[in-house]
């Protein structure tokens, strides 16, 4: 259990034990050290429920308290909060499971199936900055929630249907016969240009797109087996950056928009017996009362164009019901940007109503910022178009090897390179996930690729620092206690011990930032633990213990940045 979860059941004990029933421990870390560990601030929202004097109820509470084994010392502060400080002893405790751990000690939530839908890229196009947000916060989900114990599936809903792709197809069976299609088609932009050029202006072709467009859609197979080739070929350039940006997903993981088409009667067939249904203007739409415009009409979701087509929201109806009913999701969150919003909040409405989704399931819409260049637009290239991902990730390695260069000019060329990536994407990553998902910020290479602040660098830098010193102890012993004296050590240790808080935290809101943050402090307060309490100088079990508490912090950093999905380095 968190140390969190277990202080507040506790609190919430003794408030039952003075006659508050159902309230609210808000237990919080302490933001101060004079203000103890955790501070537990419920009883004020309590006493003002009751009418009665805060500090008088906090008195009461504190004396049912039992923090027995936890908590050294708890005191009332200001007009009513409880200061709680932990026992050095109980830290330590738990800081020597952590040390013999894989997953730190940390205690398993309740499994549950949680599916992480991410990247979901439009296959017709090449990947560019628009994509890397989502890709990098889904992936540092996938491996937080898999690292608590959840059964996790992840999910690239590609975009592998609609008729832009009886166009491209077309097109590479022209230049095919020309034979220049591989060529082309290393540069999907460039290609995609070039169809549309055709289609706009060769008549012939165009009828021969939609043509294709057809029998794609009528399960045509010679037709079908080109697309699944330009699907493939589409899906190999998305991996090339998965595998650079080392992400996790692979082509096992793609179940794209086509997998959901062959249902999509089906489907709206069933919203109709349901009564769900409504012709407007030649759609079929669900109207929603739930989301009414300026004069008071509700919205219509549309599920069934003028004509007979479907839509996006039709196929994300389609995908929902399948993970409901196929897949029995418990939670499903949807990594896409927040510009997506009012589309996910009509498609879990709309699905609820439909029944495709379990009263108890959490279908989340995971809403991200965009990225800002410095003029605080979305980030262009000079010419003005996106920036493409590859060129990204290729100019932040760069970035990297100059900066590993300058600083360490005698090293091998190869460790280098090997270095340089590593704190390139690194660096990428971080700076994305440190920020709160739901904000855009402004793109800053010389602020990601700093050696200081609240940087991937930094936290590679301080994982290598703490290395060198375990190195230097060759009588370091794994099995010595932990014994906490000094109050620099108490407060790195307790740091230490609360890495299962913020891994639920970050789990429960889907917030990748907390764990930097924590990582961030982890790392300072190493830092004034080092310069406090001598290591390498000191002797006998202080010296273990010491040594004990450095090789945690490099457990603790290491793995927690693996969480995020960056690779820590043994020397820089
Ligand atoms: N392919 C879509 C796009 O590029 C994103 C898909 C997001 N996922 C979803 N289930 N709608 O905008």
């Given at each position: ?83 709680i ?30 599916m ?54 077309a097109h ?102 349901l ?48 993970r409901?009913?196929q ?109 709160s ?70 789990a ?12 961030y ?6 830092s ?43 020397a820089?």
């Amino acid at each position: 259990m968190t140390i969190q979860q277990l202080i507040n059941d506790r609190v919430v004990a003794a408030l039952a034990a003075v006659g508050v029933e159902g309230a609210n421990a808000a237990i919080q870390t302490a933001s101060k050290p004079e203000f103890g560990d955790y501070q537990a601030n419920g009883v004020m929202g309590a006493a003002k429920a009751l009418k009665t004097n805060p500090r008088a109820l906090a008195e009461q509470v504190v004396a049912k308290l039992d923090l027995a084994g936890i908590a050294s010392k708890i005191e009332i502060a200001g007009p009513g909060f409880i200061n709680i400080h932990l026992d050095p002893a109980f830290v330590a405790a738990r800081l020597q499971t952590a040390l013999y751990d894989d997953a730190l000690g940390i205690s398993k939530p309740a499994p549950q199936k949680v599916m992480v839908e991410y990247s979901s890229v439009n296959l017709a196009k090449e990947m560019h900055i628009g994509h890397l947000r989502g890709g990098i916060i889904g992936d540092a989900l996938v491996r937080v929630n898999s690292f608590i114990g959840h059964d996790v599936i992840r999910q690239n809903h590609v975009g592998d249907w609609g008729t832009q792709f009886g166009m491209l197809v077309a097109h590479m069976v022209e230049s095919r016969a020309a034979g220049e299609a591989e060529l082309e088609l290393k540069d999907l932009d460039v290609f995609y240009k070039h169809s549309k050029k055709r289609f706009d202006e060769d008549p012939a072709f165009a009828d021969l797109a939609r043509d294709y467009v057809v029998r794609l859609q009528s399960g045509d197979a010679e037709v079908l087996a080109l697309w699944q080739q330009f699907v493939k070929l589409s899906l190999a350039h998305c991996n090339a950056i998965y595998r650079k940006l080392g992400l996790l997903l692979t082509d096992d993981d793609v179940r794209g928009e086509s997998f959901y088409n062959d249902d999509l009667p089906v489907l709206v067939e069933e919203l109709r017996q349901l009564g769900l249904l409504t012709e407007s203007q030649g759609a079929q739409v669900v109207f929603l009362d739930e989301f009414k415009n300026k004069e008071g009409e509700p919205a219509a979701y549309i599920v069934q164009k003028q004509g007979g087509g479907y839509l996006y929201a039709t196929t994300d109806l389609g995908a929902i019901r399948f993970r409901t009913r196929q897949l029995g999701l418990d939670r499903c969150l949807y990594v896409v940007d927040s510009r997506q919003s009012l589309h996910f909040q009509q498609l879990f409405t709309t699905a609820r109503k439909a029944g495709f989704l379990r009263a108890d399931a959490q279908f989340e819409h995971i809403g991200h910022g965009t990225i800002m260049g410095p003029d605080g637009k979305p980030l262009k290239t000079r010419s003005g178009d996106s920036v493409k991902l590859v060129d990204l990730l290729d100019e932040a390695i760069e970035r990297a090897y100059l900066l590993v260069s300058g600083k360490s000019p005698e090293m091998a060329e190869s460790e280098r390179r090997q270095i340089a990536e590593a704190v390139g994407i690194g660096a990428l990553k971080y700076a994305d996930l440190s920020k709160s998902r739901n904000t855009d910020y402004i793109f800053d290479w010389d602020a990601m690729l700093s050696f200081e602040g609240n940087t991937a660098p930094y936290l590679q830098y301080a994982y290598t620092r703490v290395q060198s010193v375990l190195r230097k102890a060759e009588d370091y012993n794994p099995a010595a206690a932990i014994v906490i004296g000094e109050p620099a050590e108490k407060q790195l240790a307790v740091a230490l011990s609360q890495f299962e808080d913020v891994l639920s935290t970050v789990a429960e809101g889907s917030q990748p930032h907390h764990l930097c943050s924590y990582l961030y402090n982890v790392a300072t307060l190493f830092s004034r633990f080092y310069e406090a309490c001598p290591i390498l100088k000191s002797e006998g079990e202080v010296r273990q213990s010491r040594l004990q508490l450095a090789a945690l912090t490099g457990k603790t950093l290491k793995t927690g940045l693996g969480l995020l999905g960056i690779a820590v380095l043994e020397a820089m």
